[in-house]
């Protein structure tokens, strides 16, 4: 397949020089923004799907889309239940096949879905942001997921955390906040999917030749890294 997904263009000649002190901030002040009554609903209703297969290991899919990496994450990891979360209706509703028994896909905010993945004690084995918007504007940082408040809560909930991008500033400037959150360093590689793309973001990128990389850290759960009212730093 041939495809011309134009290339990433960006005003930043590296790493935001405001990255560390976003990140900086997250770990400080608590994340005031209430959590949506939909989102809420959304969450139970998946929190409840969990808890009919006690036990099985989690994997979440995080801005999944249409959900073809949920359904081929379902495939790939028979055992485990693998949860799909993207707050497009559109996207979540095309048909891409039916949905394996061990998969669900929620529509929902993933800045309300997180918190309350991580309040309710959720520890996903497995943690996928694959393609996230990139946000390439400088100005942008704030939605960029490591400029975001939203960042301690990710990396809170632990087990095996992969970001996969065709823009690897981004995934530069996760790795950085990553080691400012945890003293861990997790290297930036190049990914060549091949003929074994996960996503639609994946396939069209790698069929317009563009160059893939990704990040791939094993995080402790550690919600004792966000920051609450009562241990709210000055
Ligand atoms: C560039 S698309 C990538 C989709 C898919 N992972 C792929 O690789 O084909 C980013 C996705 O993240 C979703 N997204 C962005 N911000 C989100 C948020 N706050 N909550 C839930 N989904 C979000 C968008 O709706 C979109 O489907």
Not at 79 to 95: F, M, N, T, Y
Not at 107 to 134: E, I, S, T
Not at 141 to 152: D, Q, V
Request: with cysteine; glycine share 8%; proline share 7%.
């Amino acid at each position: 397949m041939h495809a011309t997904s134009r290339n990433i263009v960006t005003n930043q000649p590296g790493p935001h020089r405001d990255l560390a002190r976003r990140v900086e901030r997250a770990l400080r002040h608590p994340l005031r923004k209430p959590i949506a009554d939909h989102t809420r609903a959304a969450f139970e209703q998946a929190d409840a799907w969990l808890q009919g297969a006690a036990g099985a290991p989690l994997i979440l899919d995080a801005g999944c889309g249409v959900g073809l990496s949920t359904r081929r994450l379902a495939s790939r990891f028979p055992d485990h239940r693998v949860i799909g979360v993207d707050r497009s209706a559109d996207r979540l509703s095309r048909d891409h096949g039916a949905l394996p028994d061990n998969a669900l896909l929620v529509r929902a905010d993933l800045v309300d879905f997180w918190r309350l993945a991580l309040a309710a004690g959720w520890q996903p084995a497995r943690h996928y942001l694959l393609y996230p918007n990139p946000y390439p504007k400088s100005a942008h940082l704030k939605t960029r997921w490591h400029g975001h408040a939203i960042f301690p809560v990710i990396v809170a909930l632990g087990g095996r955390l992969e970001l996969r991008s065709n823009w690897r500033l981004y995934v530069e400037e996760f790795a950085l906040a990553l080691e400012q959150a945890t003293g861990e360093t997790a290297a930036v590689e190049a990914h060549d999917p091949g003929a074994d793309c996960l996503t639609p973001f994946e396939q069209k990128y790698h069929a317009s030749g563009q160059s893939l990389c990704r990040l791939v850290a094993t995080l402790p759960h550690a919600p004792g890294l966000v920051p609450t009212e009562s241990n709210e730093e000055g």
